[in-house]
């Protein structure tokens, strides 16, 4: 297929580049896989062995039939392996406002996803416990995405989005049958600000503006800026604001990059700006809270959040 996905690693972060915005992964054993987070959804099924599951919510006793749905930026990793194999669908927001967006106006999805009104908490982990018929039906769905991925025709990537949409939907419904009262609390946000919600999430580092989001969406400007803030709470430019300082406060904990690259990444490429954004939402500058956090590393930092439960 063409434009085929690339998944790096970055200092325990890993990332889809570009192009077709799915990857499948088989993993076999995970004992040693060290603590890490990703910026895209990843929806892992627990196909054979046992082991625990060790994340913010802390340690998860898991074997065949689970399924763990883990939220960008959120870390875990295994732990106490026997035999365990994982099978990781992997796949980007932008998915759902460019390729399925038709998915945007089913509330079990969104609130998979966590895109909800009011939406404050740092995006974590969704458990799941399927029945064998159900999650073997998932296991094939995503064995087909997998072969679809490796095919160089034109219609593989429409072939695999419809796979794709069937296995979200289907863990979805899980997640709603399995916590059905927070599954009834979600509304269904209106359809240009899911889709505006997706562009801010999956590209922060934009240079973002108003008419850019109209354009793109095609819709009235003032339109877009009175429906978002009635749906989310904040404005647009405030939602973003949060969005890159936190994404910056993110890199200065888990990398040695500079502040200058940093800057440039969240979408705020001139330092003296930079430097008054981060300042006015951290209460400190970028130096003073790399100082302040350099002390931890990221498995420190997982040892203290799980303390904490």
């Given amino acids: 297929m063409t434009g085929q996905v690339e998944v790096r690693l970055s200092r325990h972060t890993y990332k889809i580049q570009s192009g077709f915005p799915v990857q499948v992964h088989w993993h076999y054993d995970q004992t040693c896989n060290r603590i890490h987070d990703h910026e895209f959804m990843e929806i892992a099924l627990v196909v054979e062995g046992a082991g625990v599951h060790y994340s913010a919510c802390g340690k998860q006793r898991i074997s065949r ?9 959120a870390w875990h990793t295994y732990m106490d392996s026997e035999g365990l ?6 796949f980007g927001y932008e998915l759902f406002q460019r390729d399925i967006p038709v998915l945007a106006r089913d509330p079990a999805v969104q609130h998979m996803i966590e895109v909800q009104p009011g939406y404050e908490q740092e995006r974590g ?10 999650f073997v039906s ?20 429409a072939e695999c989005l419809a796979y794709l949409m069937h296995f979200i939907v289907t863990i979805a419904r899980g997640l709603g049958q399995d916590n059905s009262d927070a599954h009834n609390r979600v509304r269904a946000l209106p359809r240009p600000v899911f889709d505006c919600l997706c562009l801010l999430d999956g590209a922060p580092f934009e240079p973002w503006t108003i008419e850019d989001l109209a354009d793109r969406l095609h819709y009235n400007r003032h339109y877009i800026m009175r429906v978002f803030k009635q749906a989310v709470g904040v ?14 406060a993110k890199l200065l904990r888990n990398s040695d ?4 690259d940093i800057a440039a990444e969240v979408g705020w490429p001139d330092q003296t700006y930079f430097a008054r954004r981060f300042k006015a939402y951290h ?13 931890r590393t990221p498995n420190e930092r997982a040892a203290e959040l799980a303390g904490r439960l």
């Fill in 65 to 73: 039939g689970d399924v763990l749905v883990v939220q960008p930026q």
């Fill in 85 to 90: 194999v994982i099978l990781n669908c992997m």
């Fill in 125 to 134: 982990i969704l458990p799941l416990h399927l029945p064998e018929e159900k």
């Fill in 138 to 157: 998932c296991i094939a769905l995503v064995n087909e995405i997998e072969e679809l991925l490796t095919r160089d025709i034109p219609c593989a990537e």
């Fill in 235 to 248: 404005s647009i430019g405030d939602y973003l604001t949060r969005q890159r300082a936190e994404r910056a």
């Fill in 257 to 260: 990059r500079g502040v200058a």
């Fill in 283 to 295: 209460g400190m500058t970028a130096s003073e809270y790399r100082v302040r956090h350099s002390g």
